[in-house]
């Protein structure tokens, strides 16, 4: 299934390259050399979301998520482990994930 306009807007917004592949033959939505982003707005993919930021080796992490879901991303990086940011998709909002 085709990419949604805002999914496509928000990957845009971030900092960096779009699509940018990591291990394993995935890709994340976007990515610095320091910082990548990954956008997730449905919620059965989230735990994978998370698993690509892990993936990605980069120092910072963040996850854009619609401020509906944000309370399940939180959790989500927390079981998988991984520290970064969650952010909603207008940028309004963010909470870090230690």
């Known amino acids: 299934m085709p990419e949604s306009q ?3 807007r928000a990957k845009r917004k971030a900092p ?4 940018v592949p990591i ?3 995935r ?9 990548v ?8 993919n989230l735990l994978k979301a998370v698993e690509r930021l892990k993936l990605s080796r980069r120092p910072r992490k963040v ?8 309370k399940r991303a939180v959790a989500a990086m927390r079981r998988k482990s991984v520290r970064g940011t969650v952010k909603n998709l207008s940028g309004t909002r963010r909470v870090f994930v230690r």
Do not use: C, W, Y
């Open 23 to 25: 291990a394993g033959r």
């Open 27 to 35: 890709r994340v939505d976007s990515a610095t050399s320091k910082t």
């Open 37 to 44: 982003t990954e956008v997730e707005r449905n919620v059965s």
């Open 16 to 19: 960096g390259r779009v699509e």
């Open 6 to 8: 805002s999914h496509r």
């Open 63 to 70: 996850l854009v998520v619609p401020q509906r879901l944000m």
